[in-house]
Every structure is written in structure tokens, then in C-alpha cells.
Nanobody, 124 residues
Framework: QVQLVESGGGLVQAGGSLRLSCAAS????????MGWFRQVPGKGREFVAA????????NYADSVKGRFTISRDNAKNTVFLQMNSLKPEDTAVYYC?????????????????WGQGTQVTVSS
């Protein structure tokens, strides 16, 4: 099993920045990709960004391209999501996810492990 723990959420004004972190533990050798989804009440989880654990490939939702950057620190088994130029519509619970293969697409069912989520609120 793999455990994922997110941190870094909070309240920020529109135009501001936040950096989310996700620390993986357990059978981390089985992780081939990590990513982020977000969810607002009453809606399904929305893909945000993902990357292969090697760092060779990344994928972003159109809504965050140019504003968000996903990165990782392999030595610490941690993935980050740097969020700049935040908008009120970015308000959501952000979930870290990890996959047992190199899939980095937008299908949430293709990811095997999930964190508990961290709230991001962007005020206008």
C-alpha cells in the first residue's frame, strides 16, 4: 500500500500563490506517476496535473496551463503543485494521487492511491 499526505492548502486572495505538497510513504517503489485532482461540492473530481515519477512527462488541464506547475523530489518521495495567479474558480479540495503505471491522463479511475485532500480557497 501507498499512503499520501497533502499539505499546503489555505486561503489566498485572487492573484496570489500557494504550493501544495504531497508526501508518499509505504510501497513507494510501486509508484510510476503522481498527480493532482480537485473537487468542489456536488461535482466529480477534476484533473489538474500529473507527471511520471521519472519527471520525463507532465500533463496539465487546460484551465491551469501556464499558472500551475507540478514537480517532484524523488529523494523525499514528494510531489508539489505550485499554483500561481490563483482565481476564485480554483477554489476546491485538492487531492494528491498516485498510479502504479505511467498513465498521467485525466481519468481518475486509473490512479490507485489517493490522499485525504487539502482545501484551497481563493477569495475575490
Amino acid at each position: 500500500q501507498v499512503q499520501l499526505v497533502e499539505s499546503g492548502g489555505g486561503l489566498v486572495q485572487a492573484g496570489g500563490s500557494l504550493r501544495l505538497s504531497c508526501a508518499a510513504s509505504g510501497r513507494t517503489f510501486s509508484i510510476y506517476a503522481m498527480g493532482w485532482f480537485r473537487q468542489v461540492p456536488g461535482k466529480g473530481r477534476e484533473f489538474v496535473a500529473a507527471m511520471t515519477w521519472s519527471g520525463a512527462s507532465t500533463n496539465y488541464a487546460d484551465s491551469v496551463k501556464g499558472r500551475f506547475t507540478i514537480s517532484r523530489d524523488n529523494a523525499k518521495n514528494t510531489v508539489f503543485l505550485q499554483m500561481n495567479s490563483l482565481k476564485p474558480e480554483d477554489t476546491a479540495v485538492y487531492y494528491c494521487t498516485a498510479g502504479a503505471d505511467s498513465y498521467i491522463g485525466s481519468g481518475s479511475r486509473n490512479y490507485a492511491y489517493w490522499g485525504q485532500g487539502t482545501q484551497v480557497t481563493v477569495s475575490s
